[in-house]
């Protein structure tokens, strides 16, 4: 059996809002049960809407700050 | 047959599909109204921008705004309500350009059928998927593939709600055509808003020939409606208001419900043999009761036909038949 948890790195700094938006739904909907999914955004307003489209789907992420433009959300399933 | 690149429109011979846009030499047809217009001493008109090669008003600016733009290496994209999309998608399948559309998710089935028969990739969005364009879904969607930078080098936009082009092209056609069709007697002319293009390059031109005639802007009554193509201006934030919209060749702006316009484009259908759009429905219905004591000439824009929109008339006349049976009637075979 294998314990290892599978991390997915969704890398989204190149798109801004609504495209990072749909694009992490898309990467939320396909995650699969074990997996660990890390959205990283590049922008304020793609944080807040992708933090909202979680919220309204009843997922609460773990976040991370790295430098000013680099946000990380964290996810599990 | 005639030669050369040229448009023959006395033998009607082209070279390419595009050269059938409607122009002053080559107008789309003024057809009175009759049976529907109680006024006498007015004669209403539609100007039936149907009989444009790819079926709408939209053609002119299409034709007008993709012509001109460097898409060398890149694809088209732009949010529209169908017919936009429509013409930008025969245009440049005519002139061998790549073509995405992004569609709200309530147009007619039929228009998103024939975007992908056109080939054109479709993106269809929510009207709430963005905040920064509230209720404009497709907008918001354009407007984030062109500003983002994974994307942005590789689509170009004609974006018609800010392009001046969109106007140009009914400064320079329609209006002209109009002016030409009414001698120059036109009082009153009637359209939508929407982007706006229409009224303000038509509203200009008519204005410059005659400051007298009076211009008017419909508007659907609710900011949620199913008129596509049309857009509620009336409590706009400014930022939302097309950048293109000329206010002052505007007179009076008038707000027309889903069931009057509907309705009214099918009392034209079955009086006068015109079938239209709903957005049709909704201009005409204003102009048969704005101008009911005036006298003259009036023109209302008719953006397309009706066999776009059979899926939205369904519904209107199915009700009609089953009410017209539970009542004895209509049954005579």
Redesign the interface.
Known sequence: MNDEIKTVECDL??????????KAAEAVDALSTGETLNIVL?DTESLK?VAQELKDKGIKPSFKQEGENRFILTIAK | MAAGNGPDHELRVYSDITQLIASPLNPTPLVRVNRLNTNEGLALYLKLERYNPFGSVKDRIAYEMLKGMDTEGKTVVEPSSGNTGIALACVANALGILVEIAVPDRIPEEKKTILKLLGAKLMEADDA????FPSE?AR??VN??I?????KDKYVSPNQYENELNVKAHYQTTGPEIWKQTSGKINFFFAGLGTCGTISGIGRYLKEQNPAVRIIGVEPASPEHHLPGMKRITGLDEEYIPKILDRSVIDDTIQIGDKDAYQTAIDLARKEGIPVGPTTGAILYAALNYAKADKGIAVVVSPDDAFKYTSFYKGIVDADLAAERQFGLGDGI
């Open positions: 700094c190149g798109f801004v809002c609504p495209l990072s938006k749909m590049g809407s | 998927l963005c905040p920064l879904g918001g969607l984030g593939i500003k983002s930078p994974a994307t």
